[in-house]
């Protein structure tokens, strides 16, 4: 709540006020003092509107409109015109600069795999706070987003199961109530390059329709020896209003990407000895002509209406359609790489998967009298089912190469024709749906309590081709929630929250008397403070935090038909973050922030040490000078160390000893780095705009997967054109 003292209207009608009361008073009369009383009005801050790197607030949390620093968790915001000033243009690339988020996309440049925050793997993710399935390699293009929104820590209020990780939610962009549009083109280095268009506004002349429709390409080479690829994207949204308190819309997003010899991250940095390979950041081991194709139709619809009593109700769904093809693949090595001549493991296939999901939401929120105050209540419903059909087919028998010939000549071995290959597949089969409520009490007018609770139901199966479930997970689980706000003074709040998850293993992962994995089970406990100036438009925040996770599933060895099996691990972590973002001053724009974590297992383990560092820092900000027409800015990320950890296991290769196992520990490690990136805008007019991003400014060369000859991107200029209409 915020409350504004109505002083400036009060001095324009006073003068107004007093001559009326002067023609009523007698001319004789001693004229009367007259006291006003302070008026006071009541009023909620619209909760969406983006401000430069933040954003005024979220639903993402508790499905409550709340500003973010009244929500009691850490959250970050990447906008639109971040991720322009950028030059970014995948959620993926969005991610990548929210405080304490680290990840590798191997299998795709537009897939968001393998994303981890504190310690743990990113798999939540929402779309217009409706909580979905979304796989890791499904296309996430950043185009038909306003904003990425992060909700780190257990956000399982409205989602139903959840992770200690961080939830991601995506804000589709909306019809505008005025005309709009731009326009922009880009090119950059390895041929890349990219268009696209953004045109909104009312379509009939009242302005109760409204669309917007958005779409865009790019395509190019990559550094890696044959790569390419292309992406397109169609968007589309419509909004009516059948009356002042009731809008209905639907829309469509169709995505496509097709990518040639994409490498995928396979190449070892060590062999069977533990010694350097002979590979770097060129070599690619995909089969020369191989391709993967992929293609996803989303369409949506929902409904809000808004009561008189401040309530609104809001029902959505929400259908996906996601089809992959690689018509022939090769991954080498697999399994070994011998020291002596070169000879690695060689796995050749095709593969395919046809996904189709539907999700729902029925929400409920509004405020509430009780106790003389004002209070917010939510209600909600939601949930999602989706089916996997997978096919893949593989020539028999095993295939060894000399890895350097391979790497040099990148074609298939003497085997088998391809469409000689035998299909196998499976069918995996997820349903959640879950029911949640919660209210935000007004204790004072400083102190706020948030109560909430979320009853989950999950299924999961795998059911192979002509099959009975072979693979099943079933449960269901009560999650509370509850968190206090406290206003230490007019911009900053202290705050503390709570939270439990659970969540069924996926995968079926059974221990070595083949019983199934109980359920991951755990808590999250989160406090710190929150700053908020200027009206919302700067935000800052300081938390401390600590989870605990049960029934960890990790790998403890094989079976004799080299299925594995599997110890349930616990699993604690505790760290602190501090983030700041939004406008300090007119022209200038900042989104910075720094984490420490760390998260071990029972045994001293650190999972995930090799794609999540334990500290890292981020900074992006942008500069307009003034009376000129350049907006100038950079920014940095750096990050600790990654490694695999002395408990953990590398299992990628077979090593010919013990000693050859730890001399390629100590290769797969990737020492602390930082990588720098410039940017410069000139506006050629009122409408047009230049420009230039310079990444990786002093081409510093680091592994994504420390295990892997798999780079980040190196040194590379690139310019886009934006015309505004």
Known sequence: MKFYHLSAPLLLILPVCTQAADAYVPADAEPAAVTLS???????????????????????????????????????????????????????????????I?????????????????????????IDGMTTEIDGNQLLNSGAYERVEVVRGTSALQGGVGDPSATVNLVRKRPTKKRQAEISAGIGRWR?????????????????????????????????????????????????????????????????????????????????????????????????????????????TGLEHRFENNWKAKL????????????????????????????AGANFYKMGDNIVSHAFSFKLNGQYDLWGRKHEAVFGIGGYRARDKRAWANPEGNYSIDIY??????????????????????????????????????????LSLLLGANYARYHYQAIPVGGSPNTEAK??????????????????????????????????????????????????????????????????????????RRNVPVEAGKFDNDDTYYRAANTKAHGWEAEISGSPAEG??????????????????????????????????????????????????????????????????????????ERARVLSRQKSFAVVDLTAQYDISKNANLTLNFDNVFDKRYRMDTMYHDYGQPRSLSGTLRYKF
Not at 78 to 90: A, E, F, L
């Open 102 to 126: 680290s990840g590798n996309p191997a299998s795709s440049r537009y897939a968001v795999t393998n994303m981890y925050a504190r310690g743990e793997t990113v798999n939540d993710y929402q």
């Open 192 to 300: 890349r390059w990219n268009a696209e268009a953004d045109v909104s506004g009312p379509l009939n002349s009242s302005g109760s329709l409204r669309g917007r429709a958005v779409i865009n390409a790019e395509g190019g080479r990559h550094w890696t020896e044959g790569s390419r690829d292309r992406s397109d994207m169609v968007y589309g949204i419509a909004e009516y209003d059948f009356s002042p308190q009731t809008t209905a819309y639907a829309g469509i997003n169709h995505q496509r990407a097709r990518e040639k010899e994409f490498y995928g991250g396979d190449l070892p940095v060590y062999d069977s000895a533990g010694y350097p390979t002979r590979l770097g950041i060129r070599d690619n081991n995909k089969i020369k002509g191989s391709r993967y194709r992929e293609r996803a139709t989303e369409l949506f």
């Open 588 to 661: 200038w724009d900042i989104s910075a922030g720094v984490q420490s974590h760390l998260t071990r297992e029972e045994n001293g383990n650190r999972p995930n040490s090799q794609y999540d560092p334990r500290h890292s820092f981020k900074l992006f900000t942008t500069y307009r000078l003034p009376k000129t027409r350049w907006t100038l800015g950079g920014g940095v990320r750096w990050q600790s160390k990654t490694f695999v950890d002395k408990y953990g296991d590398l299992r990628n290769i077979e090593f010919d000893d013990d000693e050859a196992k």
């Open 405 to 446: 010939d391979f790497i040099r000549r990148r074609d298939y071995p003497s085997i088998a024709s391809v469409n000689d290959w035998k299909w196998d597949g499976d069918t995996i089969a997820t349903r959640q749906i879950s029911g949640y409520a919660a209210t935000r009490l007004h204790a004072t007018d400083k």
């Open 475 to 548: 449960e269901g689980r009560f999650a509370p929630y509850a968190g206090i706000t406290y206003d230490l003074t007019d911009n900053l709040s202290a705050y503390a929250s709570y939270s439990r998850l659970f969540k069924p293993h996926e995968n079926g992962e059974t221990d070595i008397n083949r019983r199934p994995i109980d359920p991951i089970t755990g808590r999250t406990v989160e406090a710190g403070l929150k700053g908020e100036w200027l009206e919302g438009r700067l935000n800052a925040s300081l938390s401390v935090f600590q989870s605990k």
């Open 38 to 100: 302070t008026v006071t009005v009541r009023g909620k801050r619209q909760k969406s509107l983006n401000k430069g790197y933040t954003a005024s607030g979220t639903y993402a949390a508790t499905g409550m409109p709340l500003t973010l620093r009244e929500v009691p968790q850490s959250v970050s915001v990447v906008t639109d015109k971040q991720m322009k000033d950028q030059g970014k243009r995948s959620v993926y690339d969005a991610l990548s600069w929210v405080n304490g």
């Open 316 to 343: 959505e769904y929400r259908y996906n359609r996601e089809k992959t093809l690689n018509p022939g693949m090769g991954d080498a090595p697999y399994n070994y790489l011998r020291h002596d001549d070169g000879s």
